[in-house]
């Protein structure tokens, strides 16, 4: 943390930088690096080799499998129902729309566990909506796509609504007089201008989805090797006291994770520097 | 031109006599077509969930509804739940303001990782913010010897609990407050001092009233966050009825038990809570914009 040191040798004339600096770098060391730290102090107790049958053993591999699709097809779920929920939201209007705006957040606002409990109920064979259907949802990776779809529905709502609403009609009114017609508009002129926001919106939801547990564990079923989701072989492991093998399967998951937000931070990088020049 | 119809398209406010033109709008099938499926959608996965939660917790009638959120268990749970919130949130408050203080009044090299510090937390599965704090308490733990020495208990009780709450929410009142400040700039704290205010006054008469709403934003987010949190929570509380189970947690044990009315209506109770959230966001969202 010497890298921390000053540049502005100038003086400074707000106070309060050495206290403020030093109590943010306290507490992030104390109740965020000294904690994730644990994860790979701990995993070097493990030699490679016992590392690489832990975390390639069949059922955590079918584990990233079930993990990474589910949260995948809810991730372009949102894409695509994100940008149109977006879309009609900025661009219509209807009644009640302003409540409808804020119920987009529900996902954030309501604890998962009860989210879980809700759409396992609805989903079940004789559930509200289950009971419509002659194959199973919930307890099947179709109940994990709608709890992981339903947990990522603001991201892509939040990151392209307000690009939409910066949008200037003057951009639109250009490209209609120089004869594109409604579609033509906005494949080639909004769509460009929305494709960061998407593509943000989508890594969020990807992110949060792939180390979701709340919501999934009720609806998966969790049967091992077909709908036993990641987060659950590192609950399983811990609740057999194995220590060393839940923080081999945490390592995989926090790199994961750590790529994806580079990821991310890569994305809104690029795209402001796109608008730049 | 097309007043009478249901859904209208929001006229940007540049031009309206080139907005009317059908170029600039799609034609009134697509606005139609699209309003429904957008709305279909919210339905299915917002609206119906929420009103399964409080259809199933009176499914059985107020009595039973009133004797589970009045059980010895349950209230148990909502006190320790209290408890957490009440610890966790003003603890991450006042880090929120202290790391956007350093992060948007000055610079300094690493800023930018620091940044990302910040946000980590976010980035973590909640079911690995609670195995790293077994990692460093548990009795196979970094100071677990030391804390069985000393009898102190850590994980599966209070202080783990707030711990794995502190880790998951800590970014949440410091994202809403680093570029709100960084906005506003540092001038006016400038001609504060310079006016021979003192860091504090100028914190508290200057600083304060810009970010207030973006505060109390903040605080909403984090205290939802905190009062629902489960996956971290569930791995270092040891759910011990009536002593280290959290609202949540209680939910899963009653579901798991088959006593859905009693699991609902616990559930229910953290929906209204939930929608309380979004109202006084919608206000404070709406107030931070006008003021």
């Keep these: 943390m010497s890298s921390l040191t000053v540049k502005q040798k100038t003086r400074r004339i707000i106070p309060g930088f050495h206290l403020s600096l030093g109590y943010t770098m306290l507490y992030v060391s104390l109740l965020v690096l000294l904690p994730l730290s644990m994860i790979f102090i701990h995993t070097m107790s493990l030699s490679w080799a016992e590392f690489v049958h832990i975390v390639t053993a069949p059922r955590a591999v079918a584990s990233y499998k079930v993990s990474f699709s589910t949260a995948l097809a809810a991730g372009l779920l949102n894409v695509i129902f994100g940008t149109i929920i977006a879309w009609v939201l900025v661009r219509y209007r209807f009644p009640f729309k302003r409540i409808i705006d804020g119920l987009v957040d529900l996902p954030f606002a309501l604890p998962t566990a009860v989210a879980g409990i809700a759409l396992t109920s609805l989903y079940a064979p004789n559930g509200w909506i289950g009971q419509f259907f002659n194959f199973k949802i919930a307890f099947t990776p179709l109940g994990i796509i709608i709890a992981l779809t339903f947990i990522g529905l603001p991201f892509v709502i939040r990151t ?106 890569l994305i809104q990088w690029l795209a402001n520097r796109r608008f730049v020049h | 031109m097309e007043q009478s119809t249901f859904i209208q398209q929001v006229a940007p406010e540049k031009n309206n006599a080139v907005t009317k033109s059908a170029a600039l709008q799609e034609p009134r099938f697509v606005r139609y077509t699209l309003t429904f499926i957008a709305l279909a959608f919210l339905a299915l996965f917002i609206v119906l969930p929420l009103v399964s939660i409080f259809f199933t917790a009176f499914q059985k009638g107020v009595d039973v509804y009133v004797a589970a959120i009045t059980h010895p268990d349950a209230l148990a749970a909502i006190k320790l739940t209290l408890t957490v919130v009440a610890i966790a949130v003003p603890l991450n408050a006042i880090f929120g303001i202290m790391a956007a203080w350093a992060l948007t009044k000055f610079n300094f090299k690493g800023k930018n990782l620091l940044l990302t510090i910040v946000d980590l937390p976010f980035a973590v599965s909640p079911v690995i913010a609670g195995l790293v704090f077994i990692l460093l308490f548990g009795s196979q733990g970094l100071f677990g010897d030391w804390l069985f020495e000393h009898d102190i208990k850590i994980v599966f009780a209070l202080p783990g609990i707030v711990l794995a709450t502190v880790f998951v929410t800590l970014p949440f009142v410091a994202r809403e407050l680093i570029p709100l400040m960084q906005t506003q700039g540092t001038s006016e704290e400038e001609a504060s001092i310079s006016l021979g205010a003192n860091g504090f006054k100028t914190f508290w008469y200057v600083t304060l009233p810009n970010i207030k709403w973006g505060l109390l934003y903040g605080l909403i987010l984090c205290n939802a966050r905190a009062i629902g949190e489960f996956g971290a929570v569930s791995v270092v509380s040891g759910h011990i009825r009536g002593m280290t189970n959290t609202m949540p947690l209680h939910i899963e044990i009653l579901y798991n038990e088959y006593q859905f009315a009693a699991a609902f209506a616990v559930a229910s109770l953290m929906s209204v809570i939930a929608i309380i959230t979004l109202i006084v966001k919608d206000i404070v969202a709406w107030k931070s914009k006008s003021a």
Excluded at chain 1, 205 to 211: D, E, I, M
Excluded at chain 1, 213 to 230: L, Q, R
Excluded at chain 1, 248 to 262: E, G, K, Q, R
Aim: cysteine-free; proline content about 5%; charged content about 15%.
């Design chain 1, 160 to 265: 392209v609504q307000p690009v939409l609403q910066n949008i200037s009609a003057e951009v639109e009114e250009a490209s209609a007089s120089l004869g594109a017609t409604r579609l033509q508009t906005f494949r080639k002129v909004i769509f460009p201008e929305l494709a960061p926001a998407i593509l943000t919106g989508f890594s969020l939801a990807f992110a949060r989805a792939l180390g979701e547990y709340g919501s999934v564990v009720f609806i998966a079923g969790n049967m091992p090797m077909k709908t036993e989701i990641t987060p659950l072989i590192i609950m399983t492991k811990l609740e057999q006291y194995d220590y060393a093998g839940a923080t081999a399967i945490a390592v995989v998951m926090l790199v994961t994770s750590f790529i994806l937000l580079f990821s991310i931070n």
